[in-house]
T-cell receptor, first 111, second 112 residues
Framework: NAGVTQTPKFQVLKTGQSMTLQCAQD?????MSWYRQDPGMGLRLIHY???????DQGEVPNGYNVSRSTTEDFPLRLLSAAPSQTSVYFC??????????FGSGTRLTVV | SQQGEEDPQALSIQEGENATMNCSYK?????LQWYRQNSGRGLVHLIL?????REKHSGRLRVTLDTSKKSSSLLITASRAADTASYFC????????????FGKGTRLHILP
């Protein structure tokens, strides 16, 4: 039982490049979310999903896209990377009425 | 916008002492959760308290919830060096359990 798996762990992008952060969970959780964590800002919600085929925006969705074609996977796409998107990204999942399970994070630097 | 706000932002105590962190929130909730984050790691769920509960224990952790004041506290008793971490509260919204919003966290440092 791997829990929530995020790849890659580290990534450096040039401004304007695009990439996809992968997130997979094997717990059959309905809900999945993406957060970014910046120093002094805590965690901010980017996008979330309540089930396959359903996604919604969080607090800071601009510059990011998501899709949820399966229960297990919830990839986060950066469309055109900007230095302001330098951050640590966390994916989390939960079944509902319980605690979230977090991945170990992706540290992204945009130069 | 932040739903939960932790207080204090940072706390240093001697090993063996008790540590208390507080969380205030703005809107009615279904439940409130506390998480721990060690440096460079993901968040780990510690405890969940429902809106109809007033106190909950888990090992050395004690959480209280006062819905009239929209506040919660996390008490760690007999602190250890391994408790050094950031602690976050997270809240959902009443009748909506699809997402939770985190506060900015309290950085706890246990001094040897």
């Amino acid at each position: 039982n791997a829990g929530v798996t995020q790849t890659p762990k580290f990534q450096v992008l040039k401004t304007g490049q695009s990439m996809t952060l992968q997130c997979a969970q094997d717990m059959n959780h309905e809900y999945m979310s993406w957060y970014r964590q910046d120093p002094g800002m805590g965690l901010r919600l980017i996008h979330y999903s309540v089930g396959a085929g359903i996604t919604d925006q969080g607090e800071v969705p601009n510059g990011y896209n998501v899709s949820r074609s399966t229960t297990e996977d919830f990839p986060l796409r950066l469309l055109s990377a900007a230095p302001s998107q330098t951050s640590v990204y966390f994916c989390a999942s939960y079944r509902g009425q319980g605690g979230y399970t977090f991945g170990s994070g992706t540290r992204l630097t945009v130069v | 916008s932040q739903q939960g706000e932790e207080d204090p932002q940072a706390l240093s105590i001697q090993e063996g002492e008790n540590a208390t962190m507080n969380c205030s929130y703005k809107t009615s909730i279904n439940n409130l959760q506390w998480y721990r984050q060690n440096s460079g790691r993901g968040l780990v769920h510690l405890i969940l308290i429902r809106s109809n509960e007033r106190e909950k224990h888990s090992g050395r952790l004690r959480v209280t919830l006062d819905t009239s004041k929209k506040s919660s506290s996390l008490l760690i008793t007999a602190s250890r060096a391994a408790d050094t971490a950031s602690y976050f509260c997270a809240t959902d919204r009443m009748n909506r359990d699809d997402k939770i919003i985190f506060g900015k966290g309290t950085r706890l440092h246990i001094l040897p």
